[in-house]
């Protein structure tokens, strides 16, 4: 075992140029396509906080008491797909009306019974909003429910085809990304064909070729994975810099931090994968004399 990560490790520094290529190219394919992992993901949590705020008002009727509307509240967050639900008072909602406008003074006489008793309720999930707005129509005492069904639909259109575009070019990426580097790992080991040739004719078993090879690939694609993690950490947090400086509040990425563990597993795999894949596959070819 000493014997092979040696002769591993020796072979890098030996073949120097085309390690660092191999290195450079697992590097930039992870980069590119953990920049566009994270451009979704982002995108998704902006249509995921938007839907969050896609409010449903349930208005009480205005002959029902001031106690037994606020009892409604416990039924109103039983209902399926509810995940929260705040009373609002007439009073509240007559000055919620009045703050609308600049000129208040054309609303002084506004009568505070003109307003109804209602509920501001947020929903888990968008897609199921108009059946949650008939359950919420069959309560007892809610008299009109009003759900903006359009921003709703068009929020769950959105959001399937981001996830089904982002998946597609995830695919696209990583083929390409895995061609290319197979082939770069198969042209070093073409340097090497003699070499391997050579083992062969004198008696060196397979397993006893292969070995070092397959460990030259797995420091090869662990570096670049781990390259390319450092890059596209140090370039994130630029960009989230650079937004906080142009004062861009109304957008807010998700922390890196919270997707480190995630994207470094997928990265270390991503790169052992081809690594060892890629050495393997190009030594065949080389194993057969």
Not at 2 to 13: L, N, P
Not at 39 to 59: C, D, M, Q, R
Not at 61 to 81: F, K, Q, S
Not at 272 to 280: E, N
């Amino acid at each position: 075992m000493g014997y092979y990560i040696k002769e591993g490790v020796t072979s890098i520094f030996t073949h120097s140029l085309m390690s660092f290529t191999s290195i450079c190219i697992i590097a930039a394919f992870l980069i590119i396509m953990g920049s566009f992992v994270l451009l979704a993901l982002n995108i998704s949590a902006v249509v995921g906080e938007l839907e969050s705020e896609n409010i449903i008002l349930a208005y009480v009727d205005e002959n029902m008491p001031e106690e037994e509307a606020l009892a409604l509240g416990h039924v109103i967050r039983r209902t399926p797909n509810v995940t929260s639900a705040t009373f609002i008072y007439r009073q509240e909602a007559m000055e919620a009306f009045i703050g609308r406008y600049e000129d208040t003074e054309r609303y002084k006489d506004v009568n505070v019974d003109w307003f109804r008793h209602r509920y501001a309720i947020y929903v888990r999930d968008v897609e199921q909003i108009a059946e949650t707005q008939q359950d919420l129509r069959d309560v007892y005492g809610i008299v009109k429910v009003n759900a903006n069904l359009t921003i709703a639909k068009a929020m769950v259109t959105l959001r399937k085809v981001i996830s089904g575009v982002s998946m597609v070019i995830i695919a696209v990426l990583l083929s390409i990304s895995l061609f290319i580097m197979s082939n770069t790992i198969k042209l070093a080991t073409s340097e090497r064909s003699e070499e391997i040739a050579i083992m062969k004719m004198v008696g060196a078993k397979n397993s006893f070729i292969r070995w070092p090879f397959i460990y030259e690939g797995f420091i090869l694609g662990i570096v670049g994975a781990m390259a390319s993690f450092a890059a596209l950490w140090a370039l994130y947090e630029l960009l989230a810099g650079r937004m906080l400086s142009f004062e861009a509040g109304f957008i807010s990425l998700i922390p890196f931090s919270t997707l480190s563990l995630q994207v470094f597993v997928v990265f270390a795999a991503i790169g052992f994968g081809v690594g060892v894949g890629g050495s393997s596959m190009a030594l065949n070819r080389y194993l057969k004399v």
